[in-house]
């Protein structure tokens, strides 16, 4: 908390979101990372587990 590194960090950092490089290699870096902040609202796609979704459960289970 008393670190004497930590007024420094904090104006690196600032300066950092300022400038725009997390949203920077957010977009150029992390494919499909749209999807992952802002998931699709619509409910009507959620269904219930099959057992195709479950297989590889089993199947590890099996193996176990």
Known sequence: ???PLREPMDTMLLRLIQAGLPEQIQNSELRNASWCINPKKNKSESRPFT??????LFILYGIG
């Open 1 to 3: 908390k008393n670190s």
């Open 51 to 56: 057992i195709e979704d479950m297989l590889g």
